[in-house]
């Protein structure tokens, strides 16, 4: 998927028959430019896989979050850090640990007992790749599949 091995699934869980590709074009902070793009638009190409229970519902999806522009330009870096703040924002970082493709922050969108847990992953060739689930997927297994995400 988009340059990464995919090396951890749940068992019973399967690749949906669809994945999706697009761009998403934000400016150098994160935030959404919109379309056409503008002179402050940055085109960030999105691939995204999605794993199913066989009851064809959904578990856990894995969004790849690519800078189109080359990273030694300097738009790179800010691009790059403006996209990791738009998908940490507003949540817990739970904890911060190392994998194969970079910096693993696991996160939660609140205190309460109910609330999901996610992966946010600062990738090395300044991807950003978001690992995210249904509410029953406890964090080890969303870890796991971190883990097991290895560039190809």
Known sequence: MDRFLIGYI???VRMAEQG????LIIRSDGT????????????VAVSMRRFEQANGGSYVWI?????STPPSQPVAA??????????????????????????ARLTRTSTADN?????V????????????ANLRVPAD??????????PA
């Open 63 to 67: 969004t790849v979050f690519r800078p």
């Open 20 to 23: 999706s590709n697009s761009t």
């Open 115 to 119: 609330a999901g847990y996610g992966v």
């Open 78 to 103: 800010t691009t790059f850090n403006g996209l990791l703040n738009r998908h940490l924002a507003g949540a817990i970082i739970v904890e911060q640990f190392d994998v194969p493709t970079g910096k």
């Open 32 to 43: 959404d430019a919109g379309t056409p793009s503008g002179p402050q638009g940055l085109n």
């Open 10 to 12: 749940p068992a019973g």
């Open 121 to 132: 992953i600062a990738g090395t060739d300044r991807t950003v790749i978001t690992i995210e």
């Open 141 to 150: 297994v969303l870890k796991a599949v971190a883990t097991g995400l290895t």
